[in-house]
């Protein structure tokens, strides 16, 4: 094995080893990477790519450096053994990098996108109607949950009321506020569907009181 690699080109060798140790750092990046660690706490180099692909779009970062070393010693090592001229293999081999490093920031892109929609934003709860799952204690002296639909998903989450009668289970409800730490704020209400159909009802009934008259 040495004898082998001793008897390489310079270029020959420079592309082994950037091959064969970019491989394992890839290898290493990208089991932590989809095992839920983050393999950019190696490194400081992030940069976004402000084009019209859209912010947080990162070209620049050391996974993507880490693929684009392993590209470029793999691609060149072939180039070499194909039989290409050095300037050809490095400009070869330095296009096939870019090109890996477009993909892997493609990739982890949508996989941050992916993450980002899966995460819940109480925020989106506010104005939601639902009801009340466990019972609240007035004027915040007990926290208890409710259920209302947030981001399409019905919920049970922790909540909190300012009312001065507490809130009992099935009660209707509407979410007034969220605090900084995710716990909605909410008051008693009526459905609006709930209102309508009453309303509905009781003109209805008023008009046939008065043809029966």
Excluded at 53 to 75: D, H, M, R, Y
């Amino acid at each position: 094995m040495a004898d082998w690699f001793s008897n390489l080109e310079f270029l020959s060798k420079v592309y082994w080893l950037v091959a064969i140790i970019g491989s394992l750092i890839f290898t290493v990046v990208m089991i932590m990477a989809f095992a839920g660690g983050d393999a950019d706490d190696f490194s400081d180099v992030d940069g976004d790519f402000d084009g019209d692909v859209g912010a947080g779009f990162q070209f620049i970062s050391f996974k993507n450096l880490v693929g684009f070393f392993t590209i470029f010693g793999w691609s060149g090592i072939a180039c070499i053994d194909a039989g290409l001229s050095k300037p050809l293999t490095i400009i070869i081999s330095v296009i096939c990098g870019l090109f890996m490093m477009l993909i892997m920031a493609t990739l982890f892109y949508f996989i941050s996108k992916l993450a980002d929609s899966g995460t819940l934003n109480y925020k989106n709860a506010l104005d939601a109607v639902g009801e009340v799952y466990l019972t609240i204690g007035a004027d915040r002296s007990k926290m208890g949950k409710v259920t209302v639909s947030v981001q399409g998903t019905m919920r049970e989450l922790d909540a909190l009321t300012d009312s001065l009668t507490e809130l009992k289970s099935g009660t209707i409800i509407k979410v007034v506020d969220v605090t900084s730490n995710g716990i909605l704020i909410v008051d008693r209400t009526r459905k609006p569907i709930e209102s309508s159909t009453l309303q509905n009802e009781e003109l209805g009934e008023g008009g046939d009181h008065l043809l029966n008259n």
